[in-house]
């Protein structure tokens, strides 16, 4: 199988390693130098190219699979449109009218289109709210990829973590704002991604992938302070965290979002989690936190 992977960056060299591995052919795309240059030093076909551009989209060659992870970076609005919606459009308008179009797609979204369910379980089949801007283009985006000639698979991401964003320090020193956190870690989204294309599932669907243990963030603190044997942080209530940095009213928005995501549909598929819990995937970071001390 041959699998072009676009915005192959954090989850994408990854998804690429394990494909690899698997023996299947792997090209993956970046629209910098820089980013083409980690591709090419993690053993994958690099190729340099914004999706939004029709002639380099034209230089990739066909594939049996496409998995969308471009990002928008730090970028507004505008950007996140651009690389979400005007992109995957952009490219799909490519790959369909091709003689030999790819069988799927596998596009990477994010568990923030629920919004806030205060607190509450969601899974695939809760209604969908976006509370930013960005938010509301990604479930835009969502639709696209599902609505094309290809099928579409539409996995939603929740808190990625993993090598060099772990974030310790945020956690240990604080403040904490209260609510739940849902994770993820990096092997385990590019494991979600790879593991649909191996085995054939999900065509039509949209998946939740998280891990098995949603946490309040107050908790996940304290246990990393614990192992890690130190003081945990202060925690802050909502209200307060938001009268203290006085965001803007996206960002408002945002930190009052507050749910749990299940991941029961990912299990039922067959899905083995290398990280299945926070106490898994941390499990390293801590251990290089005592050898520290």
């Excluded at 072009?4 to 698997?22: A, P, S, T």
């Excluded at 380099?56 to 507004?76: E, F, Q």
């Excluded at 990604?138 to 539409?154: F, M």
Aim: glycine share 10%.
């Amino acid at each position: 199988m041959r699998v072009v992977i676009l915005g192959c960056g954090y989850v994408g060299i990854e998804l690429g390693r394990q494909l690899q591995e698997g023996g299947h052919e792997v090209i993956g795309v970046r629209r910098s130098a820089t980013g083409v240059a980690a591709v090419e030093a993690a053993g994958i076909e690099p190729i340099e190219g914004d999706v939004t551009d029709p002639d380099a989209l034209a230089s990739i060659p066909d594939a049996d699979a496409l998995v969308y992870l471009t990002s928008p970076g730090r970028g507004g609005v505008d950007a996140a449109r651009s690389a979400y919606v005007e992109g995957l459009r952009a490219t799909l308008d490519e790959f369909e009218r091709r003689s030999s179009p790819p069988d799927r797609l596998c596009y990477a979204s994010s568990t923030g289109v629920y919004g806030d369910h205060r607190g509450g379980w969601v899974d695939e089949r809760t209604t969908i709210d976006p509370t930013t801007d960005r938010e509301a283009v990604l479930a835009e985006a969502e639709s696209i990829a599902r609505d094309g000639a290809i099928d579409g698979t539409v996995v939603r991401f929740a808190g990625l973590y993993g090598p060099e964003r772990y974030r310790l320090e945020r956690y240990l020193d604080g403040p904490i704002t209260e609510g739940w956190v849902n994770l993820l870690h990096r092997d385990d989204a590019a494991g979600t991604i790879r593991f649909l294309l191996e085995r054939d599932l999900g065509r039509g669907e949209v998946l939740l992938a998280v891990d098995n243990e949603p946490i309040e963030r107050p908790a996940l603190a304290r246990w990393l302070a614990e192992q890690c044997g130190v003081e945990p942080p202060e925690t802050v209530t909502v209200e307060e965290r938001i009268a203290r940095d006085d965001p803007p009213p996206s960002a408002r928005r945002r930190i009052r979002a507050d749910k749990r995501c299940c991941n029961e549909r990912l299990r039922e598929l067959g899905y083995e989690f290398s990280y299945p819990t926070y106490r898994h995937g941390y499990q390293s970071v801590i251990e290089n936190c005592h050898n520290d001390g």
